[in-house]
């Protein structure tokens, strides 16, 4: 078997085998780039040599032996030979880049005769014993275990002697009195000599390297960044060339783009009279790389040559790794450059631009997430920096909602409106968990913080969906509402007091932090957006609820809305009274009035969403929810009107009795009602459909506004296209007796009127018996919307409000569950019945309208599945618009 490559033999084409270090030095010798010569034992031979228990296959050492007299013919130098030595490194690189975590040798092939003679023939001896103790130190302590300290504490000593601040500036004496230290250390530590057989030291190194394979550090890399165990490690051994030798030596790191901002400039960091290791372990200040440009401006303009060239070949930005020996440039190390996500969208727009890569390719090469960044404020990194040196960093806790913000702590809703809107501060809203009757508080806030929740608590939605920054399940964080303060990490924040929340990292910080807003409307986020446009197939809607969402949404690229929750619009200070009103009444007379007063309400709504969309499609869902959600709580009338009477008890007979008789009487009233229609499993019970049978004039109310809206708009030159959506269908006896109803109530409304508009009856596929009857729903149905939050509820049989803090955490550490199914479509499950609604809804209808509009709409897994099985549209938040404009780019590509 062939088990080592020289470095003319291989290509960047053979990753697997060569490992990425190994296959990139190939391919760059190809090139014809200045690369020392070297050659490389496979990531098989590493596989054979752990599964063997450390031994070297068959034949693998002559091979070795056998490239480097190859190495040595070519170089005219040979390893061991101190009139004329060959030195080399012997280094890890395998298939992915797992940077630091296996270990590198250097200066393989010094002893004392070597460094005795280099020294005398040179008359360096400065270079000599500083090439011959690193070598000590690393084979002492990555081949023979010796622990770094000892070495460590002679350099310190030295350096203390001498009075200078690090190595590079201690004499040769000094030099060559630590080679001798390093030695004793490892004959003390190890009870034998270090090995002055160079050959001996290039096979010891060639093991020690196979093996870091599997030390902790790089098994722990590879658990945490999901890279397979059986990869094994490549082994580079590559001709020493030395950045150290003077002032016209040196070496450096750069990438041939910023990787910050994207920009077209190489960017990175060069030290003069060093060695490679020096730039990267930061024990001598850096210089920037323009610095070598005034050093060595014609080395400059040759590294910059061969960036591009290097840019060209392999079609990506770079990080490179070079070395200056007295005047002569050599390349050492070239990979794809990592990069933020504001970098990874200009560079591949630019690279487009360039042609050195296609539309598609750009498209494809920024991650969905990474659109991100985009839209969100973020803490300038120094200011974040800075917060953390100080100790400000709190706590940490789920990143639930991106952004920055920082604020005053407010620990009630009412308190976060009235600061932010009377007093114009910037409010954090801190809860324990929040409710819905605390939404108008977190509109109001910069951002959202809580003790407890999950990924998809309430906080944690309604956060996404109006795009505020969140952190939410800060354990460590205890919130005190009565006493209306917080501990955590030892610190009592009071409210009032300032706050910073990141929810792109979930960090929590005390006090303020600067935010930066990234810009928007960046030409190269548009361009690249507008390419994914042209490759997806599937729409984009968004879920808006107020004709604000719905212009934002807009702007983000949405083609229409996909769900509005009309019953949001309910919970308005200015409404409730009303809808209160209309659920307790006791008369039809008294509930159409209600119903009367809440119309315009509604008719206003539709009309702000119908003309921000300009003839988009806009699906409207009927009430979905429980009534009760719109009413107190049971136990909270319950405390009140046992309390009132209590206190009337004292007051038996005295004046101010009289008021509070009243109030007793309707509190009363109202608890009677919230008891009458209390239900074991409200979620399960009178809502969506349901409610709308039970209760016509309510719905009939809501289809009403909604034709009303539709017909001034047709009026006015505005284009509309509403779709009434009709939630929670089992049976389609429901819908057919739902949609006659209403469906008279539109066609009484434009005979009214004298208009007619486009229209359609729908309904949300959210009950799995309605996935599994689709073909009969279809009949009536005019499109089909996914509701998976529910769908995945009633499919699983899983309560998601109980399971994400309780037992649904378990199950995913676990690993009972691979995902979270309320953040990832389960395409087993839930996806199998929605690809059977899809079937045999178009097999009834086949130009059936089918969407998504649950939570799963915005992720990109979700989005890959919906094109996959056909539907026509997703339907995410509005900030998550762009994000799935760019998913399904990817999943039609
Ligand atoms: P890592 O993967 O941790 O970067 P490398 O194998 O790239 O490890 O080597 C560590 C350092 O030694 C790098 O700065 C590299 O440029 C330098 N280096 C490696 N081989 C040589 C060589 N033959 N000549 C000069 N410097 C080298
Ligand atoms: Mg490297
Ligand atoms: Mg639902």
Redesign the pocket.
Known sequence: EKWVYLFDEGRGDMKDLLGG?GANLAEMTRIGLPVPPGFIVTTQACNAFLAAGSRFPEGLWEQELTALRKLEKRAGRSLGDPENPLLVSC?SGARFSM?GMMD?LLNIGMNDAVAERLAARTGDARFAYDAYRRLVQMFGTVVLGVPDEPFEQVLEQHRRQQGVENDAALPAEDLKAITESFKAIVREKTGRDFPQEPVEQLRLATEAVFRSWNGKRAVDYRNAAGIAHDLGTAVNIVTMVFGNRGEDSGTGVVTTRNVSTGEREMEGDYLSNAQ?EDV?SGTRPTLRISALKELHPKLYAQLERYCQKLERHFRDVQDV?FTIEQGKLWM??TRDAKRTAQAAVRIAVELAGERLINRKEAVLRVKPEQIDFFLHPQFAPADKKAARERGDLLATGLNVSPGAASGVVAFDADTAERWSKEVKKAVIMVRPETKPDDVHGMLAARGILTSRGGRTSHAALVARQFGKPAVVGVSAMEVDCEKRQLTVAGRVLHEGDTVSIDGTTGEVFAGPLETVIPDLKDPHILKLLEWADSFRKLGVYANADYPRDAQQARELGAEGVGLCRTEHMFFETDRLPHVQRMILARTDEERDEALARLLPFQREDFLGLFRAMNGQPVTIRLIDPPLHEFLPSHDELLHDVTELETRLELLKGKPEAVGMEATLASKRRMLEAVHSMREANPMLGLRGVRLGIHLPALVRMQVRALFEAACQCAREGVRVFPKVMIPLIAHSNELRVEKETLEAEARAVMKERGLKVAYQFGTMIEIPRAALTADQIAQDAEFFSFGTNDLTQTTYGISRDDAETGFLSEYLSKRILPENPFATIDQRGVGALMEMAVRLGRKTRPTLDIGICGEHGGDPKTIAFCHRIGLDYVSCSPYRVPIARLAAAHAAL
């Open positions: 270090k280094r940077p590198t490679g990267v790794e050492l190390q």
